[in-house]
């Protein structure tokens, strides 16, 4: 049988953690398996540091790239005692790749740049694991993902060139699995000029559908720190139970409202084909977890998804028209330009509110206020900053006064059974 894999950043955070991953490959040895896999821990957003260090030219590129190097060093230490195994060359090469571009002055745009040397976290991660695997007795081969994953040039947010990734997916990937595992990595891919490019933060999710999709497996897995998708973040609410099995729309709809457990595109590609994703745990391999598929489920219990990091615009008509259709065009049109992510919308005869992405990291609040410079002609645009947005999907009363009682709430609406509430980001969930 078939398979994809895909591991998380947590599920190979240090030395133990991937002598458990390696441990759940083993029981899957003899299937046809390609195992997509992000960089260790935090290692992506430790890359992102070094990009930003680079790019602004400040005197901290060595020692941020210094930490992932020891973090890197630990995990070889551990797994190959003996130092003059061909994976530390292997690692120490990926690094001088990175440092060849750090030694020149930044002169491509920044996305260009985070794409070629934060890919580096994949790369090690990747190498690191198939290594070990082999060392394990468990033949793996270890691919570039930059010769399957075919994308354009649009950096930090590639699009997939399907029919270039299908034809390379199917020419490189079967005939190693002859031989045993494929390792890949996630989040990264390639031009058609041999540059890197990225999918998005947490996008190896989406790898892995990708590879899916492209091989027709029988089944995808992504191995998490929790036992399955669950009615809530837990990290967030104590109160939370499993959810066994979910359809495709439901998990559309629930990664589209923000729910972090899987990336949002993962899932058109697996709908697609019927193929089954399944989320399990790499703590506890033997738990159910959740399985995704085209079957209907009668009822769900009520799910609660928290996004962060919102903010809430208020935009009147200065000449006391109606915002009217052709209006809501322009508007979110203007607001597509400038890549703000609504997320929840509301209207009056004069007034327009939309909740929408606001975070510093990802330079959001700056397009706002581009936006209400763009907008001042003929509207005066209200900012309300430091909110968060609640999405409760198949609401109860219970649950929505359990979220909106006594509390200040900024923008409610109900669709069906789902209702979303917008509230200060402090409040205690
Ligand atoms: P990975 O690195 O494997 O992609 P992530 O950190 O992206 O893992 O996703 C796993 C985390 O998602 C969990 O640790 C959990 O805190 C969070 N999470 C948010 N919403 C949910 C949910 N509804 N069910 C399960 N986990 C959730
Ligand atoms: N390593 C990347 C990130 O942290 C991709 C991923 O983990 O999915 O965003
Ligand atoms: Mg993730």
Redesign the pocket.
């Known amino acids: 049988m078939s398979y994809v894999f895909?591991?998380?950043?947590?599920?190979i955070k240090n030395a133990e953690a991937i002598q458990n991953m390696v441990s759940i490959l083993q029981r899957y040895q003899k299937e046809r398996l390609v195992v997509v896999v992000?960089a260790s821990g935090k290692t992506t957003n430790a890359l992102e540091d070094v990009v930003n260090a680079y790019y602004n030219k400040t005197d901290k590129v060595k020692e941020y790239l210094d930490k992932v190097k020891l973090k890197h060093t630990e995990i070889l230490n551990t797994l190959f005692p003996d130092t003059t195994d061909p994976i530390y060359a292997d690692i120490h090469d990926a690094f001088i790749d990175v440092e060849w571009i750090l030694e020149e002055e930044p002169q491509d745009t920044y996305d260009y740049l985070y794409d070629q040397i934060v890919s580096l976290g994949e790369i090690l991660s990747t190498k690191i694991v198939a290594a070990y695997l082999n060392k394990q007795g468990v033949t793996a081969a270890w691919v570039d993902a930059r010769d399957c994953i075919l994308t354009d040039n649009t950096y930090r947010d590639a699009n997939i060139n399907w029919e270039e990734t299908l034809k390379q997916i199917q020419r490189i990937v079967p005939p190693l699995q002859e031989k045993g595992l494929v390792v890949t990595q996630g989040f990264i891919g390639g031009t058609s000029e041999n540059f890197t490019t990225t999918l998005g933060r947490?996008g190896?999710?989406f790898t892995a559908s990708i590879f899916s999709y492209c091989l027709d497996v029988k089944g995808m897995a992504?191995?998490?720190?929790?036992?399955?998708?669950?009615?809530?973040?837990?990290?967030?609410f104590k109160d939370?139970t499993l959810?066994d099995k979910i359809s495709y729309g439901e998990a559309i709809e629930?990664t589209y409202y923000g729910?972090?457990?899987?990336?949002p595109k993962t899932i058109r590609p697996l709908q697609n084909k019927g193929i089954p994703l399944h989320?399990k745990s790499f703590v506890n391999p033997e738990g159910a977890g959740t399985v995704i598929n085209g079957e209907k489920v009668a009822e769900y219990p009520s799910?609660?998804?928290?996004k962060e990091k919102q903010a809430m615009l208020k935009i009147v008509s200065n000449d006391f028209y109606f915002v009217d259709e052709a209006r809501f065009a322009a508007l979110f049109n203007t607001l597509a330009e400038y890549r703000i992510k609504v997320n929840m919308t509301q209207n009056t005869a004069l007034a327009f509110s939309v909740c929408v992405n606001n975070d510093p990291d990802k330079n959001e609040p700056a397009k706002i206020q581009a936006l209400t410079e763009a907008l001042a002609n003929d509207y005066t645009v209200s900012v309300i900053d430091n909110l968060k947005l609640i999405t409760i999907r198949h609401a109860t009363d219970k649950m929505v006064n359990r979220f909106a009682k006594g509390r200040k709430i900024y923008l409610e609406e109900k669709i069906r059974g789902t209702v979303q509430l917008v509230m200060g980001a402090s409040e205690k969930l």
Do not use: C, N, Q, Y
């Open positions: 895909k591991f998380g950043g947590a599920s992000s947490e190896s999710d992504i191995w998490k720190d929790v036992p399955g998708v669950l009615t809530g973040d837990p990290r967030i939370v959810l629930m729910a972090k457990v899987i990336h989320v799910v609660i998804v928290v």
